[in-house]
C-alpha cells in the first residue's frame, strides 16, 4: 500500500511516499481504507519522536495523527462497526492508505458530512471538547478566553463554544486577518495579542467577572495576565506551551481566586482514557455534525505526493484552518 514515511535523506529527514506492507486488524482494531488526513502543529517535528514515545525507534515510520475513510475489515471482538462504516479516528500511523486502529478511537462519520471533514475532526475537536467540557467545566452562559485562538485547535474550540452558549467568546492572537476571520464563527472578542490588553478587555466586557474557562495554547508570557483575567472560581486549561513551559506563578491568586489550573495531553493517556475522551466527544458532537450546526474550517487540500509542500505551506503559519491530505 501506499503511505508517508518519515525518511532520512541526503538532506535530513523529510516525508517520503512508498510503499509498505499493508496492517491487519487486531482483535480490537478496525481496518480503515483511508481517504484523508489532517495535519496538526506537532507534525512539524521531522523526528522519530514526533510519531512515538521511544527516541530510538528507527527510520522510516508512517506518519500522521488522524484520518477518516471506510472500513474493510474488523477484528473479531469488536462492536459497534461493520465493513462499510464511513469512520474517523485520531490513530498514529494514518498517512496510508490502510489504517489499522482500535476501534475505541473510530467515530462513524453522519452521512451528512463529507470525509474530507471528518478528517479534519479527531485532534482538534477531541482536544478542543476534552479542554472545555472534561476539563474546563463549561456552562452554558460562561465566558471564555482562548490564548492563540487561532490555532486549528482553537478554531474549533470557539466553534464549540458558540453553538453551547457562552456568553462571551475572547480569543487572543497576533493576527488581526485571522481574527476577523473568526468572527463568523463565534468569536465576539478579538483581541490582538501585540496591541491590545487582553485583561482590560475581558474585564470590561464582563463588568469585571472575569472569564469562567481559559482554554491556554501559549503558557510563557499570558501567566499574570491569566490569572488578573481570571474570574472567582474560574477553570484554567494548559493545552499547548507554544510561547514556553516554564513562567513566574502568582498561587496566592490561584488561592483566592479559587480556580482549577488543569493539564492535557494525549501523549500519556492509556487506550482507555483516550477512547473516553472519544466517545465524550462523539456524544456530544456528532449530532451537530450530522446537522451542519459545526463544520471544520479547512484551509487547503494537498494530494499525499505533494506532502512536503503542505509541511511547508504548515511551518509558514499562514493557513487559516486545518491543512488536509488526501490518499
Known amino acids: 500500500m501506499k503511505a508517508l ?26 481496518l480503515v481504507r483511508a481517504r484523508y488526513g489532517g495535519l496538526n502543529r506537532a507534525d512539524q517535528n521531522l523526528k522519530p519522536s514526533t510519531y512515538s514515545h521511544s527516541l530510538d525507534d528507527e527510520l522510516p515510520q508512517i506518519v500522521g495523527r488522524e484520518m477518516a475513510g471506510v472500513v474493510e475489515a474488523v477484528g473479531k471482538d469488536v462492536t459497534g462497526f461493520k465493513t462499510g462504516d464511513r469512520v474517523m479516528a485520531m490513530a498514529s500511523r494514518s498517512f496510508a492508505e490502510h489504517v489499522a486502529v482500535d476501534h475505541r478511537l473510530a467515530v462513524v462519520v453522519p452521512q451528512a458530512m463529507d ?10 475537536f477531541t482536544t478542543a471538547h476534552d479542554a472545555l467540557f472534561t476539563n474546563g467545566g463549561f456552562a452554558k452562559g460562561d465566558a471564555v478566553l482562548i490564548h492563540a485562538v487561532t490555532t486549528s485547535v482553537g478554531i474549533a474550540t470557539v466553534q464549540l463554544a458558540r453553538h453551547f452558549g457562552a456568553s462571551h467568546v475572547f480569543g487572543t492572537s497576533s493576527s488581526t486577518e485571522k481574527l476577523d476571520n473568526l468572527g463568523p464563527e463565534g468569536l465576539t472578542h478579538p483581541i490582538h495579542s501585540k496591541t491590545q490588553d487582553f485583561v482590560e478587555i475581558v474585564r470590561e466586557a464582563t463588568d469585571g467577572h472575569g472569564a469562567d474557562v481559559i482554554i491556554d495554547h501559549i503558557g510563557k508570557g499570558v501567566v499574570g495576565g491569566t490569572l488578573e483575567a481570571a474570574a472567582m472560581r ?15 506563578f502568582d498561587f496566592e491568586t490561584l488561592a483566592l481566586k479559587r480556580m482549577t489550573l488543569a493539564g492535557v495531553t494525549f501523549r500519556t493517556r492509556t487506550i482507555e482514557e483516550h477512547g473516553a475522551a472519544t466517545a465524550a466527544m462523539a456524544r456530544d458532537l456528532v449530532p451537530a455534525f450530522a446537522a451542519g450546526d459545526i463544520r471544520p474550517v479547512i484551509d487547503r487540500v494537498f494530494h499525499i505526493d505533494e506532502a512536503m509542500a503542505a509541511h511547508a505551506y504548515m511551518m509558514s503559519n499562514a493557513q487559516f484552518g486545518k491543512i ?3 490518499f
Open 234 to 248: 474560574a477553570r484554567w486549561v494548559s493545552v499547548g506551551r507554544m510561547g514556553g513551559g516554564q513562567d513566574m
Open 115 to 124: 470525509l474530507k471533514d471528518a478528517a479534519a475532526v479527531p485532534v482538534n
Open 324 to 326: 488536509v491530505i488526501e
Open 5 to 30: 514515511v518519515l525518511k532520512q535523506t541526503s538532506k535530513g529527514s523529510a516525508w517520503v511516499t512508498d510503499d509498505v506492507p499493508c496492517p491487519e486488524p487486531g482483535r480490537n482494531e478496525i
